[in-house]
Each structure stands twice: as structure tokens, then as C-alpha cells.
T-cell receptor
């Protein structure tokens, strides 16, 4: 069956530290993958999406970057975190039936 | 511009009462429409979707939604709410084949015992 894994579940990082969030999909090949950020009262904001290895599209300018080193792996990174990077980050796999979401990562930058 | 509006940020209903969550969209092409539910600290789960055909679609957990093209709406309904339905609900719209969906800002549902 098809599943999506996202980790870690929670993360507390100091300002200026690096970030790496990982997302992997099982049970499918060449998936469309997405990183969303959810801030309180602001819904879901699409950050990046990828239709294949090495292919990254950025939706909004920001302090974050994404990479897709393998077919079913999608990584969200930052070299230096800002306070404003705090939020709930969701990885998603897009398909005909809609999205399948990971369980999310709660990032708190202190 | 493509957009999704969920006009109600918070809704409170009593257990057993009926529920309707509103969703209006602006989209140039024939849209694919979705409703998702999110429990606190969790990812989003698909409740139901509309692609074409019958404008009244049934989903999981007893939810249904009706697509009204003339009103650009896709409202979510449930005849009798259970306490476990307390969560945040998101409407989303997208185009066929793009897999890029636009989400509304969500409606947080509170259920009174």
C-alpha cells in the first residue's frame, strides 16, 4: 500500500541553526511531492513542489529550500532558521485522488 | 485569480445538531474540489472529493458535500454531529492533472456536549 512518512514529529531549534526535514513515500514511483507550511489562522501555504528527481519549484521566496535526491524522498532545509520559520510543516503526495499528507512536523524556532 | 474562501473561521454546534461548512471558490477551469479534516497536531485526511458527475458526493464519517456551479460553492454537511467531529476542516480546489491544490484557511469546528 501507499504511505507517506515524515519526520521528526516535533523540533525545537535556535535561531540561526540549520534545518532538515525529511519526507519519504512508499508504494508508488515518480510521485508528485509537496511541502506545505501551516501557520495559525492562515491555512496551508504551498512552499515547494517536485515532479521528479532534482526538479524543485518554489512557490514563495523565503529562507527555506527543498531537494529531491531520490525518487521517493523530499527534503526541506534551511541554512539559518528565523523566528518566522516556526510553524507546522506538512509533506504531501499528489495524485488523482487528491493529496495524501504526512503527519506533519511542528517546528518551533526559539 | 484562483482562490478558495471559507468564510467561517470558527463554528460551534451541539452534539447531534446538523452542520454545514461553507466553501466558495474562484477557478477558471472546471475544478476538482476536496474537503479535508485535520485533528490537532495531525496531518490532513481526505473526507471527500468531487471531480464530475453527481453534484452530491458522499464521503467518510457520514459527511457529504454538494457542488453548485452557479454559486461557485462546495459546502460540507453532516446531519448529526458527533463530539469526535471536532477538528479543523479545509476546502481545496485544483485543476485536473496539475495536482496543485489551493486550500482555504480552514474552519475550526467545536462540538458542545
Amino acid at each position: 500500500s501507499q504511505t507517506i512518512h515524515q519526520w521528526p514529529a516535533t523540533l525545537v531549534q535556535p535561531v540561526g541553526s540549520p534545518l532538515s526535514l525529511e519526507c519519504t513515500v512508499e508504494g508508488t514511483s515518480n510521485p508528485n511531492l509537496y511541502w506545505y507550511r501551516q501557520a495559525a489562522g492562515r491555512g496551508l501555504q504551498l512552499l515547494f513542489y517536485s515532479v521528479g528527481i532534482g526538479q524543485i519549484s518554489s512557490e514563495v521566496p523565503q529562507n527555506l529550500s527543498a531537494s529531491r535526491p531520490q525518487d521517493r524522498q523530499f527534503i526541506l532545509s534551511s541554512k539559518k532558521l528565523l523566528l518566522s520559520d516556526s510553524g507546522f510543516y506538512l509533506c504531501a503526495w499528489g495524485h488523482l485522488g487528491g493529496y495524501t499528507f504526512g503527519s506533519g512536523t511542528r517546528l518551533t524556532v526559539v | 485569480a484562483q482562490s478558495v474562501t471559507q468564510p467561517d473561521i470558527h463554528i460551534t454546534v451541539s452534539e447531534g445538531a446538523s452542520l454545514e461548512l461553507r466553501c466558495n471558490y474562484s477557478y477558471g477551469a472546471t475544478p476538482y474540489l476536496f474537503w479535508y479534516v485535520q485533528s490537532p497536531g495531525q496531518g490532513l485526511q481526505l473526507l471527500l472529493k468531487y471531480f464530475s458527475g453527481d453534484t452530491l458526493v458522499q464521503g467518510i464519517k457520514g459527511f457529504e458535500a454538494e457542488f453548485k456551479r452557479s454559486q461557485s460553492s462546495f459546502n460540507l454537511r453532516k446531519p448529526s454531529v458527533h463530539w469526535s467531529d471536532a477538528a479543523e476542516y479545509f476546502c481545496a480546489v485544483g485543476a485536473r492533472g496539475t495536482y496543485k491544490y489551493i486550500f482555504g484557511t480552514g474552519t475550526r469546528l467545536k462540538v458542545l456536549a
